[in-house]
């Protein structure tokens, strides 16, 4: 059985009066039935551990570099992450696939770092508009998902992967329920390809444009095992809402 998940990605948004957030969302969540992850900006990792110590949330970073330590100006490495009290990590979000030019291969030899660091890597994949228009979702998906996790390492305990239709993220629009169906079932068939009974364990979760009013129903989508949240994410009201709809999912 797979335990549920919520995961919030702040992407660049917070500052250190966003912290009161994370104290409303863990006294409203003393004991929660899923696990929750907040994936704040890097500069609010630090405190934001120091908020959320002995309580159920977690915390995540956004992005690593590949490498461990080196000339590599602005970048964080998994370990650094962990250091910071961080215990997940975000890789290969459409907007670092975009904004960055971030690949498979990179998504992949990012995923092994945070994994070598100790860190479950939520892995993201999704099509875009024009990919879906044309027919290509599963394709692209199956691609993206063969190159951007890494042979060793996966497991239900290190790795999470996340679908999200570029279109859909930060714009209100949401696939039909059918249309994110079948993209989790061809998740789960092609992890199962690939890692056989391992696959049973990985949760998947899906993205974009989430909110309180249609979370119960994404839920209960077969496959859906959480959400990636992100703008709903960033008050702990709309968050909690979408913590208390998986829960009983
Ligand atoms: O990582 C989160 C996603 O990009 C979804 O963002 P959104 O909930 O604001 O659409």
């Not at 875009?128 to 692209?140: I, K, P, S, W």
């Not at 993206?144 to 890494?150: C, R």
Request: proline share 3%; charged share 20%.
């Amino acid at each position: 059985m797979r335990k549920k998940l919520a995961a919030g990605n702040w992407k660049m948004n917070g500052t250190a009066a966003a912290l009161e957030e994370v104290t409303a969302l863990a006294g409203a969540h003393p004991r929660p039935v899923a696990d929750i992850l907040i994936c704040p900006p890097a500069t609010l990792i630090d405190r934001m551990a120091t908020v959320a110590k002995g309580t159920a949330i977690a915390l995540g970073g956004q992005d690593c570099h590949a490498a461990h330590t080196g000339a590599h100006t602005g970048d964080i490495a998994a370990h650094m992450l962990a250091d910071a009290g961080a215990t997940h990590v975000i890789l290969g979000h459409s907007e670092r696939r975009t904004d960055h030019g971030e690949t498979d291969a990179d998504v992949r030899a990012k995923t092994l770092a945070a994994l070598d660091a100790g860190l479950v890597a939520v892995v993201c994949v999704g099509e875009t508009e024009g990919q879906r228009d044309a027919g290509e979702t599963l394709n692209v998906i199956g691609t993206q998902l063969a190159g951007s996790l890494p042979d060793e390492g996966v497991t239900g305990a290190t790795v999470v992967v996340a679908y999200e239709p570029v279109w859909a993220i930060g714009t209100g629009r949401v696939p039909t329920i059918e249309q994110i169906a079948e993209v989790h079932d061809f998740m789960r068939a092609e992890l199962a390809k690939r890692f056989g009974d391992v696959a049973e364990g990985i949760r998947l979760l899906y993205g974009g444009s989430v909110k309180p009013a249609n979370a119960a129903e994404i839920f209960a989508t077969s496959n859906v095992d959480g959400a990636l949240v992100g703008g709903a994410s960033l008050k702990a009201v709309d968050f909690s809402a979408i913590i208390s709809a998986l829960e009983v999912a």
